[in-house]
């Protein structure tokens, strides 16, 4: 029974770490500021991908995002110039192991700068990580104010049988609900 135990010891401690189940999506944002501008990433499908942006001056992380290889990525992330790298795998080990021994790390050339341009847009990017390397483009995410229409029916329309406002009902000057509505862009906006 003594060499049983160990040999079922020895075969345990051979195998290679075993996988953790998979995240999805943000897994932290210790910026301080808050995610409002797009990224998006294009992957291979069968390799995951784990993202952190950094201080490119410190080298401080301030976000890491965990991408399902081949599935559509976007998240949002905190204005700012920040540092991307991505390690990329098959056998997620966790934050400290990655991928294990076959993790391969991508870290873009230069830091990139999130920002909004006024009100009504926030600038991002598009990484592509498919085939050879990283392709990159910019995108926007524009935003514009449209009138809740349900907000003014009913004010005006119901009035009393002599042409004076109904007491019960909101008077005429009521107002109006806008609701945010985004959309990406291109570089016209």
């Known amino acids: 029974m003594r060499h049983l135990s160990l ?21 932290w944002n210790h910026s301080g500021l808050p995610l409002t501008l797009p990224l998006q990433v294009k992957s291979d499908p069968g390799t995951d991908l ?22 559509f990525f976007r998240v949002l992330v905190p204005p700012g110039r920040w540092a991307l ?27 990139l700068v999130f920002h ?5 847009r926030k600038s991002g990017h598009l990484i592509d990580l498919r085939g050879a ?3 990159l483009r910019d ?11 349900e907000t003014l029916s009913g004010s005006w329309a ?8 109904d007491p019960r009902e909101p ?9 945010l509505r985004s959309h990406f862009c291109d570089d016209a906006g």
């Open 116 to 120: 909004t341009e006024g009100a009504a």
């Open 133 to 135: 390397g990283p392709v």
């Open 158 to 165: 119901r009035k009393h049988p002599h042409g004076l406002p």
């Open 139 to 149: 995108i926007g995410l524009c935003q514009r104010r449209a009138l809740d229409p």
């Open 85 to 111: 790298t991505f390690a990329r795998g098959q056998d997620w080990q966790g934050e400290d192991g990655l991928f294990g021994a076959a993790t391969e790390v991508i870290a873009l050339p230069g830091p």
């Open 7 to 27: 040999a079922i010891l020895l075969a345990v401690l051979a195998l290679p770490a075993v996988a953790l189940e998979r995240p999805e999506g943000l897994l």
């Open 171 to 179: 008077g005429p000057f009521t107002t109006p609900r806008y609701d």
């Open 50 to 71: 784990y993202l952190q942006l950094s201080d490119p001056a410190t080298g401080q992380a301030v976000l890491a995002a965990y991408v399902r290889g081949g599935a």
